[in-house]
């Protein structure tokens, strides 16, 4: 790999100075909004992190325990000006060792679509990998599949399309949970992974288990990417957040029918999906 940063190490100078414009703070509600979903002091990473300003800041902010890396020295230079105390490594996503710990929640912004194809797979998974259970993963791309210049490096960018890392988010056994947009047209995936098996013991758990993830991403696929901005929509009017309350009626139900033990698992979502 020539340049592990994909021009940015040579353009972070301007990058740095555009990003820090006053109204430049693009994608800091979004990811402020995902911030205050995690647990209470939750171990988050920065990968891509840049100089810290205005994603890692605003993750600090959130009263998270932040960690940052980025694969550019002079990114990673300007970073710890920023924030002494924080711990940032300089290393490439495609490589890092993620400071050898997992994380309740990763962001990537700005860094998926500079990836050639088979990297952005690979670090996707290695990011998925470091996320600890139920542990979030928040990235930006495109929705759609194409191929750009970046304006900044000069360097081609390609996103993989929105239905190409669902079905990869899918594979590495994380459920999405939002797909949205920012005031820059950035394109959010806001994804959990998923409760693993064998944490539950009883034979019934763990159909209820399967049932509670098949209802998650039943809701997810029905609602498509209508879920984010109605979200979004409701939670700008002052509503407050119900999405939650269907899911939680669905799991109820599951749990009712497997307690009257009168409906089977196939049967359930078949309804599901007919009601
Ligand atoms: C568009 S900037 C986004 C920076 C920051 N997330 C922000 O919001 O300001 C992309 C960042 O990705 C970093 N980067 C590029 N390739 C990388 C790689 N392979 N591993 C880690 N960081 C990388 C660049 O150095 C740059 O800081």
């Known amino acids: 790999m020539s340049d592990p940063t994909h021009g940015y190490e040579r353009h972070a100078a301007a990058f740095i100075a555009g990003r820090n414009r006053p109204g430049a703070a693009i ?7 995902w911030a205050r979903d995690l647990p209470r002091d939750a171990a988050v990473l920065d990968v891509a992190c840049g100089s810290g300003v205005p994603i890692t800041r605003a993750l600090v902010e959130e009263g ?3 960690f940052a890396l980025d694969a550019s020295p002079a990114m990673v230079a300007a970073f710890r000006t920023n924030f002494p105390r924080l711990p940032v490594a300089c290393e490439p996503v495609e490589t890092t060792t993620f400071f050898g710990r997992s994380f309740d929640g990763i962001v990537a912004w700005g860094l998926v679509f500079l990836l050639p194809e088979a ?3 690979v670090a996707i998974q290695r990011m998925v990998s470091a996320l600890g259970p139920e542990g979030r993963l928040l990235f930006t791309a495109p929705a759609p599949a194409c191929e750009w210049v970046d304006v900044l490096t000069g360097e081609p960018s390609r996103s993989l399309g929105a239905a190409a890392y669902r079905d990869l988010l899918h594979a590495e056994g994380l459920a999405l949970l939002g797909e949205y947009d920012d005031e820059g047209q950035n394109h959010y995936f806001d994804a959990v992974r998923r409760r693993g098996t064998g944490r539950f013991s009883r034979p019934a758990d763990r159909i209820l288990e399967r049932l509670e993830i098949d209802a998650a991403e039943y809701e997810t696929e029905r609602r498509g990417q209508d879920v984010g901005n109605e979200r979004a929509r409701h939670l700008a009017e002052g509503g407050s957040d119900d999405d939650a309350d269907g899911q939680v009626e669905h799991i109820a139900l599951a749990d009712k029918l497997l307690e009257l033990g009168n409906e089977s698992h196939d049967s359930f979502l078949l309804r599901l999906r007919l009601d």
């Open 64 to 66: 998270h325990q932040v």
């Open 27 to 33: 994608g800091v509600a979004e990811v402020r909004a």
């Open 119 to 121: 990297a952005q797979r």
